[in-house]
């Protein structure tokens, strides 16, 4: 009862900021960094890539839709005209298409200071990723995995020769505590058969891996003595396009019961812009925040051998598809 008065009222956690506090009030000068922010053409990704241009970064925007980003771009170089932004194509359902952005980023002899994976999609119908990879798991994580992967190299060159701790950021959500069993067996099952999909339970898959993620990759990164941190963040509560597909009256009737709990746009990105930028958070790695405050994930989430399979299954569907993924590691302890 206190967290959530303390939440309605916007008392200032730890770190100084709470769940009032805007991205521009969590972020100062960048002009140094250079970053890739994925889903901002709209909603808090958006609100992200304008305040980090606002405060000087040089982004990349990478989107399925091209237009989309290029109106996206326009809108911020209204506010801020001497913003640098590149737009390149990506979708991230897709692992060829990711395979091939990064190919396009590295050609173009950039550096890379910090990775936000903030693309997210909420599939109410069933559908299957041209990988044969339940569509809402292959766009939010998969994609998401793939991407970090293939640009780390260039994440851990650029922290060595510039000196400037790179950062990893990803989006989670704290539904991803709504999910329970075991993650690679029901994404096997709704990847092979629809009718057990249920839209909700996948989308928490999506964002526990999204958890799991990040505690796997901060103990490599560690492991490898590399000056790059990653962590993971939970928005909030807002309404963006992620509920797009599930507009009617009762989405309508919930959003307005729960509106004191609702944040506006540039609160939501806050957390991703403190945790993305925040000198606070020099060498903090494998962490969960909420409200710009470090805060635990569901006891799944914490779960290390958990994250560990994930990794696993992973790795195996990028390189074999996921027939061979699933076939092996169901027999495996991993």
């Not at 606002?54 to 237009?67: D, N």
Request: proline residues 3%; glycine residues 6%.
């Amino acid at each position: 009862m206190l967290d959530t008065v303390k939440y309605i009222i916007g008392s200032a956690g730890p770190s100084g900021f709470g769940s009032k506090s805007t991205a521009e009030q969590v972020t100062a000068d960048l002009r140094s960094i250079i970053a890739i922010i994925t889903g901002a053409t709209s909603g808090i990704g958006a609100e992200t890539a304008r305040v980090l241009a606002k405060r000087g970064a040089r982004l990349v925007l990478p989107a399925r839709s091209v237009k989309a980003a290029e109106d996206a771009k326009a809108r911020i170089a209204s506010e801020c005209p001497h913003s640098e932004i590149i737009v390149m194509p990506l979708d991230l359902s897709s692992l060829n298409s990711v395979r091939n952005f990064v190919a396009q980023f590295h050609s173009l002899g950039l550096p890379l200071h910090l990775l936000i994976n903030n693309a997210g999609k909420f599939a109410h119908e069933h559908a299957i990723s041209e990988d044969g990879v339940e569509m809402t798991f292959a766009t939010n994580y998969l994609g998401h995995f793939l991407l970090t992967k293939l640009l780390l190299k260039k994440m851990v060159e650029t922290a060595e020769e510039s000196g400037v701790q790179g950062r990893i950021v990803n989006v989670s959500s704290s539904i991803h505590g709504w999910f329970s069993g075991d993650a690679i067996s029901y994404l096997a099952l709704i990847s092979r058969n629809k009718s057990h999909y249920d839209a909700t339970r996948a989308y928490a898959l999506s964002k526990l891996a999204n958890v799991f993620h990040t505690k796997e990759l901060a103990r490599r990164l560690k492991q490898m003595g590399a000056n790059v941190t990653v962590n993971c963040v939970h928005p909030g509560i807002v309404r963006t396009r992620l509920t797009r597909e599930r507009e009617g009256l009762l989405t309508d009737l919930v959003f307005f019961l729960a509106s004191k709990l609702l944040k506006t746009i540039p609160q939501a990105a806050a957390t991703t812009c403190y945790v993305a930028t925040h000198p606070r958070l020099f060498d903090v790695s494998g962490k969960y925040f909420a409200d710009c405050n470090e805060t635990s994930t569901s006891k799944l989430g914490s779960n290390s051998k958990e994250a560990s399979r994930i990794w696993a299954a992973s790795e195996f569907i990028i390189s074999r598809g996921p027939k061979a993924a699933f076939d092996l590691l169901k027999h495996l302890e991993l």
